[in-house]
Each structure stands twice: as structure tokens, then as C-alpha cells.
């Protein structure tokens, strides 16, 4: 079966320090990856998908970057985080093919004071 | 676009009360439907998807159909419990730059009380 890792589970950094947020995904291969976004109280934001290794498309340009160096792992990161960037960080996968249902982690919870 | 319109509640119920969350949508094409839940702290689990019309899906007494005449995926339990208590979304495929992403409704929270 799969399932999908996401760490740091809570995180809490000042304004202006860097950011890496890690998921892996296990038991499937070359699935679509994607990080979204959930600001206290409002629905998700998607903000980077990924089909393949090395290819990362933004749907929103802002303060961060998505990496995916692996076939099953995807990272986010900033170099300075911003107040705005606080939130509930979801990574999803979706299975290669014709499926389109995606499967979420447990999220990433980042306050930046 | 592929765009998503549910209530946003939120929806406070009594134990064993009829649950309905709309959800309405606009689209291209034949889109497939979704509903999510999360309960708090959590990720988003998928609850029940249709993938063409008048399909319908359904898990753990949760029920949706695919209405493309009134382009509607409504949600339904005929008797909640506090369990249920969560935030559901409703969710549909749209195609972009040859991949298939999902489109969020903003989420309708449910409140069930003993």
C-alpha cells in the first residue's frame, strides 16, 4: 500500500530564516506530486505541482520554491520566510495514469514569528 | 475555468440529524467530483468521488451524485454523529498544461453535538 510522509510535523521560525519541508511518498512510482497551502480558516491554495523529476511548475509566484529530487520525494523551501507564509503546508500525491483522486499527508503546521 | 461554489457554513447538527452540504460547480468537459474531509489538525482524506454523470459515490453512510444537469455533487448522510465533525470539501479535475490538478471549494465545517 501507500503512504506519504511529511516532516517537520509543527515547526516555528523567526521572520527572515530559511525553510525546508520534506514529503516522501512510498509504495508507488512516478506519481504527481503537489504542495499546497491552508491559511488559518480558508481553503487550499495549490502552490507547486511536480510529473516527473527535476520538473516543478508554480501556480503562484511568491516567497517559495519546490524541488524534487527524487522520484518520490518533493521539498519545499524559502531562503527568508515572511509572517504571510504561515500556514498548514499539505503535500499530495496522485497515482500516474488515469486516476485523478490525490492522496494527502498529515501536513507540516509553520508559524512564522 | 473549473470552478468550485459550496456552502460555507459552517453547519452545526444534533446526533442522528439529516446532513446536506451543496456543492455546485462550473466546468469544461466531464469532470470528475470529489468530496474530502479533515479533521482537525489533519490532512484531507478522500471520502467518495464520481467520475461521470448520474454516477454515485459513497462511503461510511456518505453519499453524492453527479448531477450535470444542475452541475451539482451535493453531499448527504442521512444520520450524523459526533464523529462526523470535520471540515468537507468538494473538489473537481481541472486540466492545465497537460496535467490534471484539483479545484477546492473553501471548505464547509460540521459540527455535530451529542
Known amino acids: 500500500s501507500q503512504t506519504i510522509h511529511q516532516w517537520p510535523a509543527t515547526l516555528v521560525q523567526p521572520v527572515g530564516s530559511p525553510l525546508s519541508l520534506e514529503c516522501t511518498v512510498e509504495g508507488t512510482s512516478n506519481p504527481n506530486l503537489y504542495w499546497y497551502r491552508q491559511a488559518a480558516g480558508r481553503g487550499l491554495q495549490l502552490l507547486f505541482y511536480?510529473?516527473?523529476?527535476?520538473?516543478i511548475s508554480s501556480e503562484v509566484p511568491q516567497n517559495l520554491s519546490a524541488s524534487r529530487p527524487q522520484d518520490r520525494q518533493f521539498i519545499l523551501s524559502s531562503k527568508k520566510l515572511l509572517l504571510s507564509d504561515s500556514g498548514f503546508y499539505l503535500c499530495a500525491w496522485r497515482r500516474f495514469g488515469d486516476s485523478y483522486e490525490q492522496y494527502f499527508g498529515p501536513g507540516t503546521r509553520l508559524t512564522v514569528t | 475555468g473549473n470552478s468550485v461554489t459550496q456552502m460555507e457554513g459552517p453547519v452545526t447538527l444534533s446526533e442522528e440529524a439529516f446532513l446536506t452540504i451543496n456543492c455546485t460547480y462550473t466546468a469544461t468537459g466531464y469532470p470528475s467530483l470529489f468530496w474530502y474531509v479533515q479533521y482537525p489538525g489533519e490532512g484531507l482524506q478522500l471520502l467518495l468521488k464520481?467520475?461521470?454523470?448520474?454516477d454515485k459515490g459513497s462511503n461510511k453512510g456518505f453519499e453524492a451524485t453527479y448531477r450535470k444537469e444542475t452541475t451539482s455533487f451535493h453531499l448527504e448522510k442521512g444520520s450524523v454523529q459526533v464523529s462526523d465533525s470535520a471540515v468537507y470539501f468538494c473538489?473537481?479535475?481541472?486540466?492545465?498544461?497537460?496535467?490534471?490538478?484539483?479545484?477546492f471549494g473553501k471548505g464547509t465545517k460540521l459540527t455535530v453535538n451529542p
Open positions: 511536480s510529473v516527473g523529476i527535476g520538473q
Open positions: 464520481a467520475t461521470k454523470a448520474d
Open positions: 473538489a473537481l479535475t481541472k486540466t492545465q498544461g497537460g496535467s490534471e490538478k484539483l479545484v
